[in-house]
């Protein structure tokens, strides 16, 4: 990709078409698709640009080359990123992608912690992100209506179905075609493959628990590379398992390897790194937003820039913070809160619930290379029957790896004992843990804290979320199947695994959504089926702050077909004079 630098400005005059703020997964689509559709965009990103090729400072690095062979220095872990240090991708490979907690804090009750995990640059957590790619299908589209948690979703599957085939073919996602009603198809590049303790395993539970099935994890990773893909500059994934630290083979999807470059190719884009965005400037007498107000990341300074239309893409927190931070006399309590729910049903991804244990057998079994992606269980639960304990579903994902050689290369150890470790494959293992559904609350919520403010004079989010009865049941229920599926599969020594709050808090799962919910009535929610404000027509949210529920799937492919299906219609909203 070609460098970004001469498409970076500070100030100007100039009134955009468009504003995008953020440059993670939701902005870098955005950016490309308005100017694709002829709008001169401007991206605005808090965060220090990352060049493609370039700033992946981790990548091909081994351990033994890396200071503390690839973990971080206790004392730097725990002085800066005290919440960062807890998500699973943070290493010495990938730390600057993370963001420092120091310089950017945030507060919870005491008793109710939450974990935000953050990556604040050009990129945001699409460099890091584990690329799962799920669409959703009308059982959670209708599961608000049905069981009347939560708002109804002012759209169904239909409406967004051909809008995840443009993302799936354009960022290039992994998978099999498994006509499966609660996890429909999509337009896939071939499988990755499992290996000979799954393959084993997956005959066994498809035989006992249809119809539900062991599939391979759907991935944006490039299993090949289309004609579309290499014209990105973009080639087939190595499987390296090197994702989290940028990848210069363009070979998963993230906002460097694809949406950037083909948003820069349009010559309609240009780029504001380092700019914080404080609110976004609304005019009342019009009841437009006018543009955005900034503050320098470096030089604390502030200005403006102007547009005639403004798309948040800032994180599902991050924009609901702008939102709420954007007070005027028309509305005192965040831009577009008429209805007063900005800020609250904030979901994250119920998690670390499962099981693992031991496969005897399969000795002369090996595997080559690594995999970007696990087996995956899709949804099986309160599906058809309905579970007496709790509402809603989850799926399950895991996979079966030889212990020792291999991953043994960061882990502790010296000396002859640990070379002879390392030259002999172990037993093999397999496990299996849930990703489940967080029902909407009101009461799960964020404002912008009453006194306390970051460095750059920013109030702190205040970040209030507990888990409910029904995200406890389906926890212990996730924990539970996992450990009677694997002990009816013959997995021997079976320990059911079950992190509490404090250990595991809500926010790890790094799937937060709501806040600026869309939903059929202005009086309750935010934006309309559009991800348009109901109050502020040329105001636009497409990130997961939107989303009226979580469902059980990874959220970024649904983020991403909103945010495309958003573009298209407030360009032709544009285009026909009403925005
Ligand atoms: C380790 C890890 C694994 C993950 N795995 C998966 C997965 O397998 N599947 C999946 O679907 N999702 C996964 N996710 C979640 C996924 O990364 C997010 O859902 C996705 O990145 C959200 O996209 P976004 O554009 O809303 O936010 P981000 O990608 O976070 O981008 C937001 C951008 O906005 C910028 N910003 C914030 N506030 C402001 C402001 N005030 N002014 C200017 N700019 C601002 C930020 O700096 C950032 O660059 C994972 C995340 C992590 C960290």
């Known amino acids: 990709m070609e460098s970004t630098k001469s498409f970076y400005i500070k100030s100007t005059p100039e009134v955009f078409d468009a504003i995008v703020v953020g440059s993670g997964i939701t902005g870098g689509y955005a950016a490309k698709e308005l100017t694709e559709r002829g709008l001169k965009t401007l991206m605005v990103e808090r965060g220090r640009p990352v060049e493609h090729q370039v700033d992946y400072i981790g990548e091909n690095r081994d351990p033994w080359t890396m200071p503390n062979r690839g973990k971080v220095d206790e004392q730097v872990a725990a002085e800066q990123f005290p919440i960062q240090r807890q998500c699973y991708a943070f290493d010495e490979h990938t730390k600057q992608f993370f963001n420092n907690d120091r310089d950017m804090p945030y507060s919870t009750p005491a008793e109710r912690p939450f974990s935000w995990i953050r990556g604040n640059q050009l990129g945001g957590k699409s460099l890091m992100w584990a690329r799962q790619s799920y669409r959703w299908s009308d059982l959670d589209f209708e599961a608000n209506l049905k069981d009347g948690h939560g708002t109804d979703w002012p759209i169904r599957y239909a409406d967004l179905a051909p809008w995840y085939s443009q993302v799936e073919r354009f960022i290039g996602v992994s998978g099999g075609k498994e006509g499966l009603p609660v996890l429909p198809d999509g337009e896939f590049l071939e499988p990755f493959d499992f290996n000979a303790v799954e393959l084993a395993l997956k005959a066994k539970f498809d035989a006992k628990y249809a119809p539900a099935r062991m599939i391979m994890g759907r991935t944006a990773n490039l299993r090949r590379a289309t004609a579309e893909h290499q014209a990105q500059g973009r080639v087939q994934c190595q499987a390296r398992h090197q994702c989290h630290r940028g990848c210069s083979f363009g070979a998963y999807f993230s906002t460097q390897s694809a949406t950037l470059p083909a948003a820069l190719k349009t010559g309609r884009l240009r780029i504001a790194t380092d700019s914080i965005v404080h609110s976004v400037l609304y005019d009342p007498k019009t009841n437009r937003a006018t543009g955005v107000r900034v503050i320098d990341a470096e030089t604390g300074e502030t200005r403006e820039y102007h547009a005639r239309l403004v798309m948040l893409c800032a994180s599902t927190l991050g924009s609901t913070a ?72 989850y799926a399950l994902s895991g996979g079966a790896a030889r212990e020792g050689w291999g991953s043994t290369a960061g882990q502790a150890g010296i000396g002859k004992d640990y070379k002879a470790m390392i030259r002999k494959p172990g037993s093999w293992r397999f496990g299996l843990h849930g990703q489940g559904e967080m029902l909407p609350r009101f009461e799960n919520k964020v404002t912008l804290h009453p006194t306390q403010k970051d460095k750059w004079g920013m109030p702190l989010l205040h970040i209030d979320v507990t888990h409910g009865d029904n995200d406890r049941k389906m926890r212990e229920d996730m924990a539970d199947t996992a450990a009677n599926i694997l002990e009816y599969l013959g997995v021997k020594d079976v320990r059911k695994k079950m992190a509490t709050d404090e250990e595991y808090p809500p926010g790890l799962a790094i ?66 004079g009403r925005i």
Request: aromatic fraction near 10%; charged fraction near 15%; include cysteine.
């Open 511 to 576: 799937h937060e959504v709501g806040t600026a919910r869309m939903g059929r009535d202005p009086k309750t929610s935010i934006l309309n089926g559009h991800n348009q404000a109901h109050d502020v027509p040329n105001l636009f949210v497409t990130d997961g702050a939107s989303m009226a529920s979580s469902a059980w799937q990874n959220p970024s492919l649904t983020f991403m077909a909103l945010t495309v299906r958003a573009c298209a219609y407030a360009v032709d909203e544009m285009k026909a």
């Open 322 to 393: 702008v939102l709420l931070n954007s007070t005027s006399s028309a509305f005192p309590t965040g831009l577009a809160n008429s209805s007063g729910v900005l800020g609250h049903y904030l979901m994250d991804h119920l998690w670390a619930a499962g099981a693992d244990g031991r496969i005897d057998g399969f000795e002369d079994e090996y595997y080559y290379g690594r995999r970007p992606t696990a087996p995956y269980i899709p949804r099986f639960r309160n599906v058809v029957d309905q579970h007496p304990a709790f509402l809603r579903g």
